[in-house]
């Protein structure tokens, strides 16, 4: 049987090259190191827990839309797929993949805008860096370390899959521009350097561009299946609404469930198809030798082209106005926020309130608690968390 995998171009990450863990552990005799990777993730608590956990629409609110955990298994197969084309490491793109959410609290963005509210005083609260806290440090599974023990390259990839952090004189860049980086990236980077200035490796921001078409496509589904988007809004978007005057000229009389289906296959493929075409150009011209080549190449590598780009931000804006800012979605995140905020207050002043095994340590000072309760909460799933609401206010949350 032969297999579908490509050779590795030059450029691509080479698990036999991994700049290594930071504990050292013997090779498998299977696998490679990213493969390894891949599957500590997979294997990992909080990986399960995703399955619970809100992407845009709660879990309770229909069996049909998408969780935290399915979203992750979307965004792995489109960057395995782009991995494959462009011949770089499937297994690390798939790793980055699986891990890139691990961090994130019930609830999706509402919990998170809860907790950094709640850290305001000790560092914030950031679902990028709590993944990188979640592999490094909170997940239990070894007798001789916390954390996954993952490889450079994929701690690398799942800090930076976004772009650099930092800017070559240390500032924060990006999104962290004009504020310090989250505390658990500033915490880790005092004991391994994963280069916050430079680009991150290839597969790193094929996992990234994976979750743009990703949510992108999922989100138009989930939107539409929840009544919130209308044909009119997908006409009136580039690229989305050529792709639904398409399928009605050559499905006339198509049932909706059926076009819509159609709609988003098309629109990954786009997408898909798109960024393949791009990054071969980019690559073409810069003619990268190694990974460490396309990390110091001062752009992206695996990106949109800039027409793409313009589809893409226009997707985002249109589910940002008629979906996430939707006062449907508004008010239920709302509660949910609060929700979160009291929790957070309530284990604050009554640590018998939590687990034993969660507890902050006796003599701990102010933000080490902070930071373990938050550790705790961002564990949660959204049905824990309603639970343990109800269990300590005795009230129920309404819609939730």
Known sequence: MT?????????????????????????????????????????????????????VFLYDEGDHYRTRLTHTLEVSQIARALAR?????EDLAEALALAHDLGHPPFGHAGERALDAALAEHGGFDHNAQSLRVVTRLERRYPRFDGLNLTWETLEGLVKHNGPLID?????????????????????????DLDLSGQAGPEAQAAALADD?????????????????????LEACPL???????????YPGLAAERAQAELIRRLIAAMIGDVIAESRRRLEALKPDSAAAVRAAGRPMVAFSDAMSGHDR???????????????????????????????????????????????????????????????????????????????????????
């Open 3 to 55: 297999s579908s995998r490509c050779e590795r171009a030059p450029f691509a990450s080479d698990p036999a090259k991994s700049r290594g863990r930071f504990f050292d552990e013997p090779p498998s005799a299977s696998r490679t190191d990213f493969e390894r990777d891949r599957d500590r993730v997979l294997h990992s608590t909080a990986f399960r827990r995703l399955k619970e956990k809100t992407q």
């Open 85 to 89: 084309a462009l011949q770089l490491d």
């Open 168 to 192: 070559a004189a240390g500032a924060p860049i990006g999104r962290y521009t004009g504020r310090e980086l989250p505390y658990a990236i500033r915490v880790y980077a005092e004991q391994q």
């Open 213 to 233: 078409i990703a949510y992108d496509a999922h989100d138009i589904d989930d939107g539409l299946r929840a009544g919130l988007l209308t044909r009119e809004m």
């Open 240 to 250: 989305v609404g050529d792709i639904v005057r398409a399928i009605d000229t050559e």
């Open 314 to 400: 226009a997707i985002k804006a249109m589910l940002r106005q008629n979906v996430y800012r939707h006062r449907r979605v508004m008010d239920v995140m709302e509660r949910a926020q609060n929700v979160l905020a009291r929790l957070y207050d309530r284990y604050s002043t009554d640590l018998d309130a939590m687990p034993d095994a969660w507890r902050p340590e006796a003599g701990a000072d102010a933000s080490r608690r902070a930071r373990r309760i938050a550790d705790f909460l961002a564990g949660m799933t959204d049905r824990y968390a309603i639970d343990a609401y109800r269990r300590l206010f005795d009230e129920d949350v309404g819609r939730l």
